[in-house]
């Protein structure tokens, strides 16, 4: 148990939200996640999900995030109502030089063979990593939190002032809204990210990534029922509507590199907005009416960090709880 428990609100229930909410209230705060949209109209909902630093920091304190977040997704995936699994796939180097870092981490990786390569590729890892279904992630996370005793309460904050009062303690975990809840970060942008999810009715398992396909970015995700093939990464798009011709692509990109695609049944078309930002905030911020742990900025990488940053946001709030009162 905390020195002292804290009232604490987490603004924001996507995936980094929830796992903060988790953390905090699994050490004996009392916490309260306000939240604007539902799981299924979060961005988290639109995550692929595969365990990966996609359009992320690229730190040793990234690296600790990420260590920690894969060993809390190897150990949960024991426990198959969490909708994780670990999974083989290969992914792809078009280009020669690109950031293996993250190999490091993962235990058992494998060079790829020529033989194994698609067209054009310049090399390959094999790699065993989680892979999340977030429709059943997202609810057991959200029905965890509520049974270590958190609240949920629906609405919008529009500023942190709202909040004084009620709390001792916010943790800003608000993706986009992030900077401008705090008003003094006008660094976090969007990275649009389109996908296809089709049937998976073949039942296939292996993953593939390649972000340097020539046309374009290209990953395909078979999870338990469903594939999420994608993708987009455009900065600075703020566009949440769907684009056939891109979609049309995307597939066309897909089948070349994964000919089983072909003729599966597309379920849906969806578009989310990441929030990415050059380096992930995740500390305390002063000049607010309450004190703030921010935790936001994770760009393409929000699954992949969740656990890692829940972590750090409880190991932060247990400084603030440990201090004297003044």
């Known amino acids: 148990m905390p020195t002292a428990p804290l009232r604490i609100t987490v603004i924001g229930s996507g995936v980094i939200g929830l796992s903060a909410a988790h953390e905090l209230a699994a050490a004996g705060h009392q916490v309260t996640v306000a939240y604007d949209q539902e799981l299924a109209e979060c961005v988290s909902s639109v995550a692929a999900a595969i365990w990966f630093p996609y359009h992320s920091e690229n ?5 600790k995030l990420l260590a920690d977040s894969l060993a809390r997704f190897e150990q949960l995936s024991e426990h198959p109502e ?13 280009l020669p030089g690109a950031d293996r870092s993250w190999t490091r981490i993962v235990a058992g990786t ?74 003094d970060d006008d660094t976090v942008y ?41 993708g987009t990464d455009t900065a ?39 929030p990415a930002r050059e380096t992930i905030r995740l500390e305390h911020v002063t000049g607010h009416p309450l004190p703030v742990i921010a935790a936001y900025g994770h760009g393409g990488a929000g699954v992949t960090l969740s656990w890692g940053t829940a972590q750090r946001v409880a190991e932060l709030a247990a400084q603030l709880a440990g201090e004297p009162a003044s």
């Open 110 to 183: 494998e060079e790829a063979s020529r033989e194994d390569l698609p067209n054009g590729a310049h090399a390959g890892v094999w790699a065993t990593v989680p892979i999340i279904t977030m429709s059943t992630y997202l609810g057991w996370l959200r029905g965890r939190v509520e049974e270590l005793g958190a609240d949920f309460a629906k609405g919008t904050v529009t500023d942190l002032a709202q909040l004084k009062g009620g709390a001792d303690l916010v943790v800003l975990a608000a993706g986009l809204r992030g900077g401008e809840l705090l008003g």
């Open 59 to 63: 730190s040793p304190a990234a690296d």
């Open 190 to 230: 969007p990275i649009r990210g389109q996908v296809v999810r089709l049937a998976n009715t073949k039942n296939l398992t292996q993953w593939l990534c390649d972000d340097n396909y020539p046309d374009g970015v290209s990953y395909i995700i078979p999870r338990r029922e469903d594939i999420i093939v994608g």
């Open 236 to 274: 600075n798009d703020w566009n949440r509507e769907v684009e056939p011709q891109t979609s049309i692509d995307i597939l066309e990109r897909a089948a070349t590199l994964v000919p089983e695609l072909e003729g599966l049944e597309v379920l849906e078309h969806k578009v989310g907005l990441r």
């Open 82 to 94: 969490t909708g994780i699994d670990l999974r083989r796939g290969l992914n792809v180097d078009h």
